[in-house]
Nanobody, 115 residues
Framework: QVQLVESGGGLVQPGGSLRLSCAAS????????MAWYRQVPGKQRDLVAA???????NHVASVRGRFTISRDNGKNTVYLQMNSLKPEDTALYYC?????????WGQGTQVTVSS
């Protein structure tokens, strides 16, 4: 079993920054693909960024150049650095771990971008 706990969300003004963290426990973190998703009420959960076990990253077009995903295998943690935040970035952000047998999700952390 893998447990994921997100943190770092909050209320920020447009143009501001936040860093989300997702701490993993159980299993072998360094072998997992990790990703951040976000969801607004009434809509599907969408991929934001992903990082492979080898450190290769992918960011969706809407956040490219503003958000950066990274991982620290020594701390079993994946991060999402979010800069130049926009109101449309407001969502519940989830962390996902992809293992050989199944995917695991955290409980989410709310990000609200508003003046």
């Amino acid at each position: 079993q893998v447990q994921l706990v997100e943190s770092g969300g909050g209320l920020v003004q447009p143009g501001g920054s936040l860093r989300l963290s997702c701490a993993a426990s159980g299993g072998i973190f360094s072998t997992y693909g990790m990703a951040w998703y976000r969801q607004v009420p009434g809509k599907q959960r969408d991929l934001v960024a992903a990082i492979s076990s080898g450190g290769l990253t992918n960011h969706v077009a809407s956040v490219r150049g503003r958000f950066t995903i990274s991982r620290d295998n020594g701390k079993n943690t994946v991060y999402l650095q979010m800069n130049s935040l926009k109101p449309e970035d407001t969502a519940l952000y989830y962390c996902k771990a992809t293992t050989p047998t199944r995917n695991y999700w955290g409980q989410g952390t709310q990000v609200t971008v508003s003046s």
